[in-house]
Antibody
Framework: EVQLVESGGGLVQPGGSLRLSCTAS????????MTWVRQAPGEGLEWVAN????????YYADSVKGRFTVSRDNAKNSLYLQMSSLSADDTAVYYC????????????????WGQGTTVTVSS | DIQMTQSPSSLSASVGDRVTITCRAS??????LNWFQQKPGKAPKPLIY???TLHSDVPSRFSGSGSGTDFTLTISSLQPEDSATYFC??????????FGRGTQVEIK
């Protein structure tokens, strides 16, 4: 079964850090770009970051640039999001999703998404 | 950065109605547009990519059109299970993406 499972969410104080993980199974993880998307409570979707299958390219939303770092370990079929200098604006459900194998070929995002992990930034 | 303006923010329609949602990009994005459906507590489900290509297993009552800056998602005959929030996503250039703010579709 093709699956993504996020973990690492929780309550963190403003200014703190947190590392999210996303573990993939059922497909060749090392062949795909991967994406993080977040959704604040009662709000819409916000694209956060993209990472190429070999980590040679990474892209970030302006709202997280310089504070968040996306990485992956293909040997562990795992995707990560290191978040620092967190504020209340970062409170959201964070989803990982499988993206392209090749940019521009087919849909950018497939139907393969995790269930989401909740990050709450509060004192 | 490319901004996406989605409208309306919400709508209410009856079963069988034709429903139209629009997204406008702040600059031309060719046909680099995705549509998603999201139900409460669930991850988004992709409906359409490249502005008009249906993902597999998506009912044919969903269709997309447009290019450049103006795009439309149409549900030709609204069904009860279509009650959800719909989002557009632009994916033009430099692999930095932008979602629209969403349209909540309610069944009367």
């Amino acid at each position: 079964e093709v699956q993504l499972v996020e973990s690492g969410g929780g309550l963190v104080q403003p200014g703190g850090s947190l590392r999210l993980s996303c573990t993939a199974s059922g497909f060749t993880f090392r062949s795909y770009w991967m994406t993080w998307v977040r959704q604040a409570p009662g709000e819409g979707l916000e694209w956060v970051a993209n990472i190429k299958y070999d980590e040679t390219e990474k892209y970030y939303a302006d709202s997280v640039k310089g504070r968040f770092t996306v990485s992956r370990d293909n040997a562990k079929n795992s995707l990560y999001l290191q978040m620092s200098s967190l504020s209340a604006d970062d409170t959201a459900v964070y989803y990982c999703a499988r993206a392209w194998a090749t940019p521009g070929v087919g849909p950018p995002l497939s139907g393969v998404w995790g269930q989401g992990t909740t990050v709450t930034v509060s004192s | 950065d490319i901004q996406m303006t989605q409208s309306p923010s919400s709508l209410s329609a009856s079963v069988g109605d034709r429903v139209t949602i629009t997204c406008r990009a702040s600059q031309s994005i060719n046909t680099h547009l995705n549509w998603f459906q999201q139900k409460p507590g669930k991850a988004p489900k992709p409906l359409i990519y490249a502005a008009s290509t249906l993902h597999s297993d998506v009912p044919s009552r969903f269709s997309g059109s447009g290019s450049g800056t103006d795009f439309t998602l149409t549900i030709s005959s609204l069904q009860p299970e279509d009650s959800a929030t719909y989002f557009c996503l632009q994916y033009y250039g430099a692999l930095t993406w932008t979602f629209g703010r969403g349209t909540q579709v309610e069944i009367k």
